[in-house]
């Protein structure tokens, strides 16, 4: 299960993700292999088609350029897409303008290493909720430390 949503930047590439720090995550441009978040941030330079697994309930997306940030909180889904097609992808779908990668970062919660299986009459309960915070400072950075921890 997947829960979608685009996230509309000024630049992506002045776009960071924080909260998938040391996680493991599936990367979809090399057969879903498992490797472990490095950086201290993800930021985009090129397509990233990526499941990070057991992920925490907030996640941090920090617009430098126009100076907002949101938090995607999510519940009883444990992980997370993170999507870019960039240029080459971008310009091979139908539906998705030239350079419109350059103005687009997907964000999803998802239940993808263990999917939710219901039997007749179960139910189960999951959700996303994206929220416009106001960015905090320091040094002149935004300091989703405080967005993540809040």
Same mark, same amino acid.
């Given at each position: ?11 992506? /590439?002045? #776009? !960071? #993700? ?31 088609? !990526?499941?990070?697994?057991? &992920? ?7 617009? =430098?350029?126009?100076? !907002? &940030?949101? #938090? @995607? ?8 897409? #993170?999507?870019? +097609? ?16 350059? =103005?687009? @970062? ?8 263990? +999917?939710? &299986? ?8 999951? !959700? *996303?909720?994206?929220?416009?915070? +106001? /960015? /905090?400072?320091? /040094?002149? *950075? @935004?300091? +989703? *430390?405080?967005? @993540?921890?809040?």
């Amino acid at each position: 299960m997947i829960v979608e949503k685009n996230y509309c930047s000024s630049v992506v /590439s002045e #776009v !960071r #993700v924080e909260g998938l720090e040391t996680l493991d995550y599936l990367d979809n441009l090399r057969n879903k292999e498992r490797f472990t978040e490095q950086g201290d941030a993800i930021t985009f330079e090129s397509e990233v088609d !990526r499941i990070y697994l057991s &992920t925490p309930t907030k996640i941090a997306i920090i617009d =430098h350029e126009k100076k !907002r &940030t949101f #938090v @995607l909180k999510k519940d009883g889904l444990a992980d997370a897409v #993170v999507w870019n +097609p960039w240029e080459r992808k971008a310009k091979a779908m139908a539906d998705f303008g030239d350079d419109e990668y350059k =103005h687009m @970062l997907c964000i999803e919660a998802a239940a993808v290493e263990k +999917p939710i &299986t219901l039997k007749p009459g179960e139910e189960w309960k999951g !959700r *996303q909720e994206l929220s416009a915070v +106001p /960015s /905090s400072y320091f /040094s002149g *950075q @935004l300091d +989703p *430390q405080k967005v @993540l921890q809040g």
